[in-house]
């Protein structure tokens, strides 16, 4: 390691998914691996009268330094939308908008880690908060989870023995990697438990709007009596990520230290990204937009599920998710997922190996496919890629009809 550099940058490395989009970008490869919305739906043609009101109507405003918390009519409407649609009784003041909701997750990291103070997380978690959290040279303790979230009696027992718990970081909608949702019963437990021992919850809810089955389970913030929650939402899976807005939800002492931190990292989030948004839900129906989202994604991840019915292997598994983005494959244990992703790149198709989403190692039998950012056609040729690629690896078997987990 170069000595110039503080000894945190031992512990970072390159966002395994941000290399591999580099790969995706030739238009001859078929990419099931980032987590891209479906780039057809963005509102093109609205947002192009969006700027041309933003700047006629706020012009030198919206290209002024602004206020860290954010714009006023952009936290009231993020407030009234977590109040009304969520469940989660928000004020405007209890709002900061940041830059994107991985800022929030860094900032997580900022205000509440120490090295060697623990990260609670599920097992497996997403990427892009290990990666943020790593900075902060914690120790990432996995509580394993099951089809209805994290396991209590596993979460209980880490919580009575582990040291110096800072943090409990969970994605209870539609998680990712595994599309998972957690059941209204254990969202319950899990607020009694952390209740008790007093620990800060960090609740990343990217995915929660975008449901396409099912009945809405309430948020944990919605359940949140002791201002433990810290709730990060984002435009960046319900509207356009390339604005780069998300936010923060949290009771007001909380609120200001996210506020000091991103004071001392971007002073703000950009003025005219956040009219512009304001400006659109005020001119437009997202949830007209919501509607198309769901309808879209629904048939892609039926086309994705399928195909791997048609081509996994009888001893392979995968989650056939209710909403979000993703959809979670489990090998069998001899498959390498890295080792048949380089096959596959050879064939044109790509994915994220499963491993990169255990902080600690191991599971290197699994893989997250993404279906919401290509269309049907695309998504049926890339799995017919992929089962080629891993018939390859395994002994011959009958292709046989996959059991959804």
Excluded at 126 to 133: E, M, P, Q, S, T
Excluded at 317 to 334: K, M, N, S, Y
């Amino acid at each position: 390691m170069d000595d110039r550099f503080a000894r945190r940058m031992n512990g970072l490395k390159a966002s395994e998914i941000r290399e591999l989009l580099k790969v995706t970008q030739r238009p001859e490869v078929i990419s099931l691996a980032g987590g891209l919305p479906a780039a057809e739906l963005f509102p093109v043609e609205e947002l192009k009268v969006v700027a041309l009101r933003v700047l006629e109507e706020h012009g030198p405003a919206a290209m002024q330094y602004s206020t860290t918390e954010g714009y006023p009519p952009l936290r009231t409407w993020i407030a009234r939308r977590m109040t009304e649609r969520l469940g989660a009784a928000t004020q405007p003041e209890e709002i900061l908008v940041t830059t994107g909701s991985q800022q929030a997750i860094d900032l997580s990291g900022k205000l509440f880690l120490d090295e060697g103070d623990a990260v609670l997380c599920e097992s497996p978690t997403y990427l892009g908060a290990i990666n943020a959290l790593r900075a902060y040279q914690p120790r990432f303790v996995e509580v394993p989870t099951d089809d209805e979230g994290m396991i209590i009696t596993e979460l209980e027992r880490r919580l009575a023995e582990v040291d110096r718990v800072k943090l409990v970081y969970v994605v209870p909608d539609f998680q990712n990697p595994s599309g998972r949702v957690w059941s209204l019963e254990r969202r319950r437990r899990f607020m009694e438990v952390v209740r008790r021992h007093g620990v800060t919850v960090v609740e990343d809810c990217p995915y929660g709007e975008v449901r396409f089955e099912g009945a809405p389970v309430p948020p944990l913030k919605s359940m949140d009596a002791a201002g433990q929650v810290v709730f990060l939402g984002t435009f960046s899976k319900i509207f356009c990520p390339g604005f780069r807005v998300g936010w923060v939800a949290a009771a007001r002492p909380l609120l200001e230290k996210y506020v000091l931190a991103k004071q001392g990292a971007d002073l703000h989030t950009s003025t005219i990204s956040q009219m512009e948004i304001a400006t659109y839900l005020s001119m437009f129906d997202i949830d007209a937009d919501l509607r198309r989202i769901r309808e879209v994604y629904r048939a892609r991840r039926d086309a994705m599920a399928r195909e791997l019915e048609l081509e996994l292997p009888a001893q392979a598994r995968f989650t056939r998710p209710q909403g979000g983005l993703f959809l979670w494959v489990e090998l069998p244990a001899e498959v390498n997922a890295r080792e048949l992703l380089q096959r596959c790149l050879e064939r044109g198709v790509a994915f994220v190996p499963g491993g990169s989403f255990f902080p600690n190692g191991g599971h290197e039998n699994t893989l997250r496919l993404n279906f919401s950012s290509m269309p049907e056609e695309r998504i049926a040729e890339g799995v017919r890629r992929l089962g080629t690629a891993l018939r390859e690896m395994l002994p011959p078997v009958p292709a046989g009809a996959r059991r959804a987990v």
